[in-house]
């Protein structure tokens, strides 16, 4: 995993310095930071009071998956109990033929939006190219 980050992005992505990150439609701020001494490692979000956390290896995994699609694909965005649109990143990282075999999220309950959440991730470390119009926004392997 690189370590690069876009220009406009705050902070360096840890407990104490998290980024600080906007949604893809632009319309939420979040922090986002990386607990490698989590048992299992996560990437934790912070939005507002709710704390989510997915597994720390859902970074490589989704950039692996990203490159070897080579095109855009849509996010998707769902609350774990939502249904969720096929052939998407949120999608992606509920099936059962993905790296972890199921759910990237950590905490039932809190284990959808990761279509909301991730790609920005990617995005500040230099991995993706993310969309940022009103609905419909895609991502894309760098």
């Given amino acids: ?36 001494d989590a048992d299992p490692p996560a990437l934790v979000v912070q939005v507002k009071s709710t704390q989510l956390r997915y597994h720390l290896r859902c970074i490589d ?40 075999g199921g759910w990237y999220g950590l905490k039932k309950g809190l284990r959808g939006r990761f279509g909301n959440y991730v790609p920005p991730v990617l995005e500040a470390l230099g991995l993706a190219e993310v969309e940022h119009q009103a609905r419909n926004n895609r991502m894309r392997a760098r």
């Fill in 1 to 36: 995993m690189t370590d690069a980050q876009q220009p406009n992005v705050d902070g360096a992505g840890t407990t104490d310095d998290p980024w600080i990150l906007t949604t893809p439609p632009g319309r939420s701020e979040f922090e986002a930071w990386r607990e490698f």
């Fill in 61 to 100: 995994d989704l950039h692996a998956m990203l490159r070897t699609r080579g095109d855009w694909m849509l996010l998707g965005n769902a609350d774990e109990g939502k249904p969720v649109a096929d052939d998407t990143v949120e999608a992606w990282a509920r099936a059962d033929d993905n790296p972890v």
